[in-house]
């Protein structure tokens, strides 16, 4: 890492200025909008085509290799890793990103050598940086044994300070192993693992016929293989994948039936690190009697293999409960694929052939750029051992000239020019020698700076069989950077040799996921569910799913209900949708949804921050009263009477420019509690927010606010505690003060 220049403390501020302060706000939103877009993509999630990592990733390897913690060194703490990675990482902490790279469950052939407690595929979570230490893998060090400047361009880091790599020299295609998942603005990447030794093998294939097809390559590379095993479905996909295409592919759980209990031995990819928890799930579901066939589950899973009893009901049917796992829970579910890659600079879905293509140009390039370098240091090695051979029958009368001259530069030109000028050597021959002395300044530098000794004392027939060997090494060179036959023969003997090492061996890389055909599960039992659940994010994006499925990851508010059950959406525009859930499409919490702008709804602009069923919003009960406030700190109380309507939308009162509703929730609590950007707090009794009389009446100042202050967050309390930046802070500890004055310091 090569120290730049900082800025000085003017020109940080003038710059700031320049670039914060005194822009137009759409310039902005237009201009650094996209750039941001841009950046996330490139620069945070997507992985690059050539080392198949993303931006983190190759950061962590960098510093790693960088302190020279290889393989064979001795282990860092994770902590102090991430400390250094802080140096060159503009996003964070790296720790998530470290633990993943060393759990084989995630990364199939990890990068990270890491010694303590690295969590587990059942969903045990990793050691505190604190208490673990790493270093790269031995599959690590692959990724930067070549990593100089003269094989690999190097970038300014985020901020200036420092240089990186803008990729990383690996000689195997690592993104067709190890699986990559990356969600950026607008798009997202789930690069699936492939068996190891069968990509090795049908890379080898490729390289020796380009114009292999995606059909023949799939002899070879079969499809995915996941490291929970399971049964890929619909394999006709895998073809579709490879071409390009983004697909879901339905992959089902391994079960063995015996008399009285299925034993499950592989689970679909999409469960790691959650098994603990989906056994729990289950569990759960046979105590409701959601799942009617099971008696119990019992999970004997650890680190030597998946490993859970489901024990059938007595007089019921072991086929039925193999179905009913299969229909009611995730042990049959989606696991998506997308080839989502950076190329050129370009995010591009590629297909498996434009995959190996442009590693292989890379791999090319590689040679090219390290035999180039090569050559280089053996030209000047060459002119360096010539000027010892052509200096070696005049040694005496060199080492006489270094004698009698005055400074280096004359030395220099003497050697040079063959020009003596004032000085006289012992004999007129001695000086006839040397005035045909015409060596380069290079070998005149070199027998310079060579210690009288070592000049006194040079062996020519080793210089001979130096020079010719420096001489085979640059014809070795200039064959293998014009050849792109030779380089060929290069990559296919690193591919080869790898196939003979423990790390990708037979034994270790046999398949363990199965391809067919035969479609979803067809559900012979009743899977009607006895209730639905409904999520939705902030970007208006609707999912109805079962109720025993876990919460989507970008959900804001989760609701139980039943598909008789409409509900009532609220938007930060201070808009009240409402929408019917017997007329969705029940799905998986794992597929997209569908978002309320497809229904004719929702505006693009707009943004969601609270859902609730309309049988708790239409009671007459007074805590069914819903109680709105916005960022300006204006606060009202709508009775439900006045939204009881069966029109889909509710327009509600306008706000300003810059106003959103951040807080919209029933009226259940004693106290409201609002809490600003600038981290003060306000408590109020829920009883001194007036009720407004009509859905579009805007509501009274809850809060006086200072410039710049925007009320960000708002809690319904009785009693407890809050969050308040990252504090927890009792409510009985806020002052209780009237509307319509400021917020107050956190003591």
Known sequence: ??????????????????????????????????????????????????????????????????????SNKNRYKTSRVEGLIMRIHPHGSSWGSINSLSQPWNTPLPMIDMEGNIGSILGDGAAAGRYTEIRLSKIGDRFVKKMTPEIVDYKDTFDGDFTEPEVLPVDFPSLLMNYQSGIAVGMTTDVLPNNPREVLLGTIEYLKNPSITVEELMNTIKGPDFITGGIILNSDEIINYYNGEAVRFKVRGRVVKHKNHISITEVPFSLIAQIDSWTAKVADMILEKKIKNAKSIKGYSDANGINIEVEVKRGCDIDALERELYSKTRLEDTVRGSFLVIKNGIPKNVGILEYLECWSDFQNDIIIREHKAIKAKTNNRLEQVSSLIKAFPNI????????????????????????????????????????????????????????????????????????????????????????????????????????????????????KTSLTNQGETKVVV????????????????????????????????????????????????????????????????????????????????????????????????EDSDVIQITSKGIGRIINTSTIKTKRKKCVGAKLTKDEKIIYSLNKTKKYIILVSNLNKVKKIAVSDIPTASSKTVKGNMLAKLDDGEKIVKAYNVSAGTIKVAGETVKVADIKLSKTNTKLQKIK
């Open 1 to 70: 890492m090569v120290k730049k220049k900082k800025m000085s403390k003017s020109e940080e501020m003038r710059h700031y200025k320049e670039t914060y302060v005194d822009t137009d706000l759409a310039k902005l939103i237009r201009g650094d909008g996209l750039s941001f877009s841009k950046y996330v993509i490139k620069h945070r999630a997507i992985p690059d085509i050539r080392d198949g990592l993303i931006p983190v990733q190759r950061r962590i390897a960098y510093t790693l290799a960088y302190e020279n913690v290889l």
């Open 396 to 511: 005496d009368i060199i080492i006489d000239v270094i004698k009698n001259s005055k400074s280096e530069s004359e030395m220099k030109h003497i050697l040079m020019t063959g020009d003596l000028g004032k000085i006289k050597l012992k004999t007129k021959k001695a000086e006839s020698i040397v005035s045909k002395f015409d060596f380069t300044e290079v070998q005149a530098s070199y027998i310079l700076n060579t210690r009288l000794m070592k000049l006194s004392n040079l062996d020519k027939n080793a210089l001979v069989k130096e020079s010719k060997s420096l001489e085979a090494t640059l014809n070795k060179c200039k064959k293998i950077i014009t050849s792109p036959a030779e380089r060929r023969k290069m990559i296919i003997k690193v591919q080869t040799e790898l196939l003979e090492t423990k790390e990708f061996s037979e034994e270790l890389w046999k398949r």
């Open 526 to 621: 009743d899977n009607t569910p006895d209730s639905v659940s409904v999520s939705i994010d902030k970007f208006g994006q609707l999912l109805v799913f079962d109720s025993t499925a876990d919460t989507p990851e970008s959900s804001i508010k989760r609701y139980d209900t039943d598909t008789a059950d409409s509900i009532f959406a609220f938007s930060a525009d201070g808009n009240l949708y409402r929408f019917k859930l017997k007329e969705l499409k029940i799905a998986k919490p794992t597929d997209d949804g569908i978002s309320l702008s497809t229904l004719g709804l929702f505006s693009a602009s707009e943004e969601m921050i609270d859902m609730q069923s309309s049988e708790l919003i239409l009671e007459s009960a």
